[in-house]
């Protein structure tokens, strides 16, 4: 998958020692478990399931917000992992790779299903709302939840503007909080090129917006 | 957008929006107290991110039990339908399969062409024979052959007309 794609742990807040090194993702511990998917090792593949099922069953569920597509779309996820993964080239992080695979999904459903108008309160079950309040960042907290919800379907709207990569990188760095630094690492790439494709990114969807208001003024 | 803040801006927007504001870096800081552009793009910038963070799940999610018999399940029913299908897609397979139908197409064209009955139009119109000339000869020589050249070569035609 082209420059994204590995796993990196979780991000960590605050500080951090900067690590310079480029890592190579042929030769890690996660590697060895991806050689045993691609060689059909069930065992393995149980291994990469178990691994990420949280991480991509939270991704989805942020996008989406309703657990039963959540599960669905979770597990189309992994099957498609598990077909495809005789293509993963190492270039990136196995979680850079599930995560874009995963936000592609995600946005297959959406189009598929036409749906714009994304997510009605309707839509939630008690626990889903419940949830969706907990996640909230400070700042929407503040707001009343129509406005969140129609904040929602405008970002998802204006990702739908960007291209996969960066889409999954803009994505890596607003919602999973990882810095420039670890992009790189996850990623392959240098970090002046993912400031500068984070920058094109974040351009192109004021553009995005500015053209959507405009069209609903 | 100017440099001091395009250079901070991925490591600034980490912290908006979050409960721990991070503090301006000084060259951004004194960057945006001059430029007004600057600090109404930055302002459109943090706001972004902070929707963007609305896609933020919790941390405690976790699919149903079972999820890997799950997983497991579809992938055995994708192995189902992709191994009638996987065939078709396979391009060995797909240019024998090309191969063949022409093949079949071929023979079948060249038996129908070959079994198809020669001009259907001929068969029904009668055929003129001209009569050798032993037999007009030996006829001439019948002394109880009262017929005239005519009638005979009407007899003839009509007889080789029967036949076909």
Same mark, same amino acid.
């Given at each position: 998958?082209?420059?994204l794609?590995g ?9 951090q ?16 478990l ?7 090792d069930?065992? &393995?593949? $149980?291994?990469?399931v178990?691994?990420?099922?949280? +991480?991509?069953f =939270?991704i989805?569920?942020g996008? /989406? ?17 598990y ?36 997510v009605?309160e ?22 009343p939840?129509?406005?969140?919800? &129609?904040? $929602? ?7 739908? +503007?960007?291209s =996969?990569e960066?889409?999954?990188? /803009?994505?890596?760095?607003e919602?999973e ?21 984070l920058?094109?990114a974040?351009?192109k969807?004021v553009?995005?917006?500015h ?5 609903a003024? | ?25 000084p ?17 459109r910038l ?11 799940a ?26 009638v ?5 396979d ?5 024998r ?17 070959s ?31 009262s ?6 070569d ?11």
């Amino acid at each position: 998958m082209d420059g994204l794609s590995g796993v990196l742990p979780f991000p960590i807040s605050g500080k951090q020692t900067r690590t310079r090194t480029r890592v190579d993702h042929r030769n890690t511990e996660e590697a060895a478990l991806v050689r045993r998917v691609q060689a059909r090792d069930e065992i &393995a593949f $149980r291994e990469v399931v178990e691994r990420y099922q949280a +991480k991509v069953f =939270s991704i989805i569920f942020g996008i /989406l917000r309703n657990h039963n597509d959540a599960e669905d779309i979770a597990q189309q996820v992994f099957a498609k992992i598990y077909f495809s993964i005789k293509n993963f080239d190492f270039r990136s992080s196995l979680l850079t790779w599930i995560y874009k695979i995963t936000v592609n999904e995600c946005y297959d459903y959406l189009r598929k299903k036409r749906v714009r108008k994304l997510v009605y309160e309707s839509d939630f079950s008690e626990e889903d709302a419940l949830r969706m309040e907990n996640s909230e960042t400070v700042i929407d907290q503040g707001q009343p939840m129509d406005t969140r919800l &129609a904040q $929602r379907d405008l970002v998802l709207k204006l990702l739908d +503007k960007l291209s =996969s990569e960066d889409r999954t990188l /803009l994505l890596l760095k607003e919602v999973e909080g990882h810095s420039v630094e670890e992009l790189s690492q996850m990623t392959g790439m240098n970090e002046n090129t993912i400031k500068v494709k984070l920058f094109r990114a974040r351009q192109k969807l004021v553009k995005a917006a500015h053209r959507i208001n405009r069209g609903a003024g | 957008m100017h440099q001091p803040v395009k250079d901070n801006l991925e490591e600034y927007l980490r912290g908006v929006g979050g409960r721990f504001t991070r503090p301006l870096p000084p060259e951004m800081k004194a960057h945006l107290a001059s430029c007004g552009e600057c600090a109404e793009k930055l302002s459109r910038l943090e706001r972004q991110s902070v929707a963007l963070r609305s896609l933020r799940a919790p941390d405690d999610l976790e699919p149903r039990t079972g999820f890997y018999a799950r997983v497991m399940q579809r992938i055995e029913e994708a192995r189902a339908t992709n191994s009638v299908w996987s065939a078709f897609l396979d391009p060995v397979f797909a240019k024998r399969l090309i191969y063949a139908s022409a093949t079949l197409v071929l023979l079948l064209g060249t038996y129908l062409i070959s079994t198809e009955p020669g001009d259907m139009a001929s068969g029904s119109q009668p055929t003129i024979v001209v009569a050798p000339p032993h037999t007009v000869a030996s006829t001439a020589d019948d002394p109880d052959n009262s017929t005239s050249p005519q009638e005979r070569d009407a007899v003839l035609v009509d007889l080789a007309a029967y036949r076909q």
